[in-house]
């Protein structure tokens, strides 16, 4: 994981990551997903670059890096605004809304 964080870190576009998680799907198979720090005064053009440039790298840097989704967010001070920054710590933790009813 390491790999990945210092490849997604490696272009001057990405502020931070503000978290990550990686899963094997299979020997030769590696999702990631990542939630990266970029600029305030940073437009959609920028964003998009940013994404697009961290993802090369880390299939440079991982080749088994398959599937790779990035989210870009504000971050300031050790806080995000992520749109779970209003959900109780567990839900936070898990990275959604707590389910209700069955599980399906």
Not at 13 to 24: A, C, Q
């Amino acid at each position: 994981m390491r790999a990945i964080e210092r490849a997604i870190l490696a272009g001057d576009d990405v502020d931070t990551v503000i978290h990550m998680r990686t899963l094997h799907l299979g020997p030769d198979e590696l999702l990631v997903a990542a939630k990266i720090a970029i600029d305030l005064d940073d437009d959609a053009r920028d964003v998009a670059h940013a994404i697009n440039g961290a993802e090369a790298r880390i299939r440079e840097a991982v080749p088994i890096a398959r599937l790779i989704y990035i989210e870009p967010d504000i971050f300031r001070g050790g806080v995000s605004t992520s749109t779970t920054a209003g959900l109780p710590d567990a839900a936070r933790r898990a990275g959604g809304a707590p389910r209700t009813g069955p599980r399906g």
